[in-house]
């Protein structure tokens, strides 16, 4: 069971980025899928998620509006579309399964977004 996430990268202020979360040994389907992240000397705390019973999407209220996190049950994947990026969200972002959101059983490696000028 595996969890990969990818696709961070060093992008300016208003910027887009698209993250993906990869499963290898599972179907990602049957999870609440998370993602999270952990900024330089903070806490980590969750950003989105989308849970499995019915799809339903949670946001952090700082990112409401400008991410978006979508299913790819072909390709076991789950997206994060990051859109207006700013400075704040640089972190190392993660992504979680878990039976529902915030209960989480598996994290993986996290990608590093960066968001500067």
């Known amino acids: 069971v595996q969890l990969q996430a990818s696709g961070g990268g060093l992008v300016q202020p208003g910027g887009s980025l698209r993250l993906s979360c990869a499963a290898s040994?599972?179907?990602?389907?049957?999870?609440?899928i998370g993602w999270l992240r952990q900024a330089p000397g903070k806490e980590r705390e969750g950003v989105t998620c989308i849970s499995a019973r019915d799809g339903s999407t949670y946001y952090l209220d700082s990112v409401k509006g400008r991410f978006t996190i979508s299913r790819d049950n072909a390709k076991n994947t789950v997206i994060l579309q990051m859109n207006s990026l700013k400075p704040e969200d640089t972190a190392v972002y993660y992504c979680?399964?878990?039976?529902?959101?915030?209960?989480?059983?598996?994290r993986g490696q996290g990608t590093l977004v960066t968001v500067s000028s």
């Open positions: 040994g599972f179907s990602l389907d049957h999870y609440a």
């Open positions: 979680a399964a878990g039976g529902f959101c915030g209960g989480y059983q598996f």
